[in-house]
């Protein structure tokens, strides 16, 4: 694939804040929860469990959203599905369907078990977009560029040929131990871009893409 940093033949993407947006679900809960009347039942519910504080102190503090400390605190809590279902972010359906059409080598490491995602991934019919979907139940998890290499000889792909995609420093470092080129993307959370693009920068990625269409633009040369 020939992007505006040059081709490459594999593309390896995170799954949660760069492709699948749950983190969403979650914040438009805690913001109805806040309101002094709620809209949901949900909200409601969480509003007299008196987590509300103890999330408001995660979600707004100077450092990534950690989508799995917020489901393990709300599944203790019995909320384990959302009003608002978590999806792609918008636009990212159309970028890997027009990345597939090209041709593109495709693969996903995500933070979470490797079933959990082919799952969601199924769902959406996605699947069949990635060679390789690895999780953090399938050996070194990030950022033990262990994965990477074993993705890159699945592939038959050398580093320098190979593009990592995605929004937390985890990523970059995972990468840059790798030895492969590397993509930010800052759109997860939608209060806190100043604190994305400062935990990405210093490991100097090709570019930070501060949207799903700065992005689609940055791989599409378009």
């Not at 492709?19 to 002094?36: C, G, H, M, Q, Y």
């Not at 008196?50 to 917020?70: E, R, S, Y």
């Not at 599944?75 to 593109?104: C, D, H, M, V």
């Given at each position: 694939?020939?992007?505006?940093?040059?081709?490459?033949?594999?593309?390896?993407?995170?799954?949660?804040?760069?492709?699948?947006?749950?983190?969403?679900?979650?914040?438009?809960?805690?913001?109805?929860?806040?309101?002094?009347?709620?809209?949901?039942?949900?909200?409601?519910?969480?509003?007299?469990?008196?987590?509300?504080?103890?999330?408001?102190q995660?979600?707004?503090?100077?450092?990534?959203?950690?989508?799995?400390?917020?489901?393990?605190?709300?599944?203790?809590?019995?909320?384990?599905?959302?009003?608002?279902?978590?999806?792609?972010?918008?636009?990212?359906?159309?970028?890997?369907?027009?990345?597939?059409?090209?041709?593109?080598?495709?693969?996903?490491?995500?933070?979470?078990?490797?079933?959990?995602?082919?799952?969601?991934?199924?769902?959406?019919?996605?699947?069949?977009?990635?060679?390789?979907?690895?999780g953090?139940?399938?050996?070194?998890v990030?950022?033990?560029?262990?994965?990477?290499?074993?993705?890159?000889?699945?592939?038959e792909?050398?580093?320098?040929?190979?593009?990592?995609?995605?929004?937390?420093?985890?990523?970059?470092?995972?990468a840059?131990?790798?030895?492969?080129?590397?993509?930010?993307?800052?759109?997860?959370?939608?209060?806190?871009?100043?604190?994305?693009?400062?935990?990405?920068?210093?490991?100097?990625?090709?570019?930070?893409?501060?949207?799903?269409?700065?992005?689609?633009?940055?791989?599409?040369?378009?």
């Amino acid at each position: 694939m020939i992007t505006s940093f040059g081709s490459f033949d594999l593309i390896i993407f995170d799954w949660d804040g760069t492709l699948f947006d749950s983190v969403s679900p979650i914040i438009d809960l805690f913001l109805d929860a806040k309101k002094e009347q709620p809209e949901s039942t949900q909200g409601e519910a969480l509003k007299e469990s008196g987590m509300v504080p103890v999330l408001d102190q995660i979600i707004t503090a100077d450092h990534a959203v950690q989508v799995n400390d917020l489901k393990m605190l709300l599944n203790l809590e019995g909320f384990t599905t959302f009003r608002k279902p978590a999806t792609l972010y918008a636009g990212i359906a159309e970028l890997l369907e027009q990345l597939w059409s090209s041709g593109q080598k495709m693969a996903v490491v995500a933070g979470r078990a490797q079933a959990e995602v082919l799952a969601e991934m199924r769902t959406l019919n996605i699947d069949h977009y990635f060679f390789s979907v690895v999780g953090s139940d399938q050996g070194p998890v990030k950022p033990n560029p262990a994965i990477i290499h074993a993705i890159l000889a699945l592939a038959e792909c050398v580093p320098n040929r190979a593009l990592m995609i995605g929004d937390s420093a985890m990523d970059m470092e995972m990468a840059t131990l790798a030895r492969i080129s590397m993509l930010g993307t800052a759109y997860v959370t939608r209060d806190h871009e100043e604190y994305c693009l400062k935990r990405l920068e210093p490991w100097q990625p090709l570019a930070i893409a501060e949207s799903v269409d700065e992005l689609s633009q940055f791989l599409l040369g378009h």
